[in-house]
Structures are given as C-alpha cells and as structure tokens.
Nanobody
Framework: QVQLVESGGGLVQPGGSLRLSCAAS????????MRWYRQAPGNERESVAG???????VYDDSVKGRFTISRDNAENTVYLQMNSLKPEDTAVYYC??????????????WGRGTQVTVSS
C-alpha cells in the first residue's frame, strides 16, 4: 500500500504563488509517472502537469509558462510551483502516482487533494 500526503494549498491573491508538495510512502519498487490533477466545482477532474522518472515534463496549455512540476526521486516527492495564479486556477489539486510493485505490476494512487483558492 502507498500513501500520498499533499500539502501547500491555501488562499492566495491573483498574481500570487503557491507551491504544492506530494510525498509518497509505503512499500514499492519504484515510482514511474507523477502527475497533478485539479477539479473545480461542477467540472471534470483535469490533468495539470506530469513528470516521468527521468524528468520529462508535460503541461496543460492553461498552465504552460506559469506552473512548474518537479520531483525529488530520493524523497519520492513531486512538487508543483504555481506562479501568476488566476481565479480560474481555483480548484482542489490532487497528486497521482504510478507505482511499480516488487512483483513488477503498476498501480496508480491518488492523494486526498488540497484546496487552492485564488481570490482578492
């Protein structure tokens, strides 16, 4: 079993910054792709950014140039640096990780989510 603990959400004014963290713990062989998703009220959950184990990143067009995803493989942690935040970035942010078990199979896990509110 893998546990994901997210932190870093909160209330920020438009144009401000926040940094989200998601730390994975438990028994596993390795972590593959790590992603951040978000879900605003009344909307579908959507992918924000992803990063592979060797550092290749991908971003949704709505956050390109403003958000940066990174990871610390030694700490099994993924980060999302969010700059120039807009009210439309308001959502619950979830981390998602694909974990490889010692048996060779891959399973994905979700964090519980952290609220990000951008408002003046």
């Amino acid at each position: 079993q893998v546990q994901l603990v997210e932190s870093g959400g909160g209330l920020v004014q438009p144009g401000g910054s926040l940094r989200l963290s998601c730390a994975a713990s438990g028994r596993f062989f390795s972590i593959d792709v790590m992603r951040w998703y978000r879900q605003a009220p009344g909307n579908e959950r959507e992918s924000v950014a992803g990063i592979t184990s060797n550092g290749i990143t991908v971003y949704d067009d709505s956050v390109k140039g403003r958000f940066t995803i990174s990871r610390d493989n030694a700490e099994n942690t993924v980060y999302l640096q969010m700059n120039s935040l807009k009210p439309e970035d308001t959502a619950v942010y979830y981390c998602n990780v694909w974990v490889r078990g010692y048996g060779g199979s891959y399973v994905d896990y979700w964090g519980r989510g952290t609220q990000v509110t951008v408002s003046s």
